[in-house]
């Protein structure tokens, strides 16, 4: 009896899914070398966006933005003058998810060369 319980329970638990599965779609490079912001992409409708890294290709005590609205910085990049001859980079390989319909800005940053690293995942029922 314990053992046709525990299969019963197994059974609807396993009926029960909350959450679509992932399926991989495309690695994306948005990049741009334009001085103004710039929009990089809008996460399409049925996909999930991973950043894998971003960062710029600024020299000097130089950083650029990075927004998620076009106005206001969600973090940057680039280097950060330390005082003497020393700079910190602040280019990153941190990963994060971005939901459908999100917008990723580059915020003006001279001319310098900016990059994201981006994994496309469709989400499948």
Known sequence: MKTFLFLLVLFFLGSYNAQGNLQFNQALLLSTNQASNVLLGTVPVGKVWKVEGFGSGNSGASECGWSFDGTNAA???????????????INSTSTFWLPAGTTVYSLNCASNYRWMSIIEFNIVP
């Open 75 to 89: 973090f940057r990049s680039g280097n950060i003058y330390l005082g003497g001859s020393a700079y910190q980079s």
